[in-house]
């Protein structure tokens, strides 16, 4: 893989046998390419033998020791019986393999659908979950995952938009709107104490497989240091009357295993925003990676700019409305 190569490109089916068989597996030639961007994530057929799931790292984005953090903390998490999918170990106890300058990780295929977040028992189950969960993300921190913070989520974001992506007609709107909104982002997490922790980082529907009446947490590549309400207000939705309801229900699961600091409501928005920039940087540092075009056709429009600054806007005033209140 040279530099001005696409970062996938090598990825052949035959590569990725390849790569899986490295491991001391025989595949039988079937390879189907699942949902994802940041990484690729294939199902490989094995020969007498279930498929697997092969996860190839997007390169240069983590180090070693940040893979391995990853790797760690699932394994934590299964040892505690939390319903995780964790990557498999070779003979040698690894689970972070390289092949042909890739590094990836292999898992067992797990079957499961989208959670249904309408039904309020889904989200006490989920509650029950993410306290688990942080529990144990409270016992030890990240050595080498990086913090969620308002510098590489926030100010770097803007700065790249800023600076290469943003049309001239929506520069001076959107640096006007993006300094005033990452002020109000850092006089809110000033003014609330909260403890970062092993978190999941991404918890959303996507992330999350149901079945046999209970949720599976996939996909930890986002876990990362931050206040314990990261991992919850992504399950919220709707009107504001309909998030209390399901903040409460959540809550309720939450704190039979956990304490939840309600001062950490005051975080939802400016974590919320946070997202909003870091996600808009995100599509423009891969927009060189061909997928991201083809799937992502509705960025770096005329269209996508003007509602983007209306979303600032409104994040804006958000910031300025009561947070959500804990039963």
Request: charged share 25%.
């Amino acid at each position: 893989m040279t530099e001005n190569q696409p970062p996938f490109q090598s990825l052949t089916p035959s590569f990725i046998m390849d790569a899986v068989e490295s491991q001391g597996y025989v595949c039988d030639c079937r390879t189907l390419a699942l949902n994802s961007y940041e990484n690729r994530v294939y199902q490989v057929g094995i020969e007498e033998g279930q498929p697997l799931i092969a996860k190839f790292y997007r390169p240069g984005r983590w180090t070693d020791a940040q893979i391995g953090e990853e790797h760690q903390f699932c394994f934590e998490l299964r040892e505690h019986e939390l319903p995780v999918v964790a990557p498999l170990c070779n003979e040698a106890g690894e689970s972070l393999f390289h092949y042909g300058g890739f590094r990836f990780a292999l898992y067992a295929r797990q079957g499961g659908h989208a959670p249904e977040f309408d039904d309020l028992d889904n989200l006490l189950i989920m509650g029950r979950l993410l306290g688990r969960l942080h529990r144990i993300g409270a016992i030890r921190p990240f050595v080498h995952r990086p913090h969620l913070d308002g510098q590489s989520f926030g100010r770097d974001s803007v700065a790249l938009i800023s600076e290469h992506f943003i049309p001239a007609e929506y520069k001076a709107n959107y640096d006007a709107l993006t300094t005033d909104l990452l002020q109000a982002v850092d006089e809110v997490t000033a003014a609330v104490i909260a403890r970062a922790i092993r978190v999941h980082g991404d918890c959303h529907a996507g992330n999350i497989l149901w079945r046999q009446d209970a949720p599976h947490l996939v996909d930890l590549d986002d876990a990362r240091m931050a206040p314990a309400v990261q991992d919850i207000w992504m399950m919220l939705s709707g009107d504001r009357s309909r998030q209390q309801v399901q903040l409460a229900e959540i809550l309720d699961g939450y704190q039979e295993f956990y304490d939840f600091h309600p001062a950490e409501l005051r975080l939802i928005e400016a974590l919320r925003s946070l997202r909003i920039l870091h996600f808009t940087a995100w599509l423009a540092r891969r927009w060189d990676d061909p997928t991201f075009p083809r799937h992502f056709s509705w960025f770096n429009t005329p269209r996508y700019w003007g509602e983007h600054i209306l979303q600032l806007r409104e994040q804006i005033a958000a910031l300025a409305e009561p947070p959500l209140q804990a039963p």
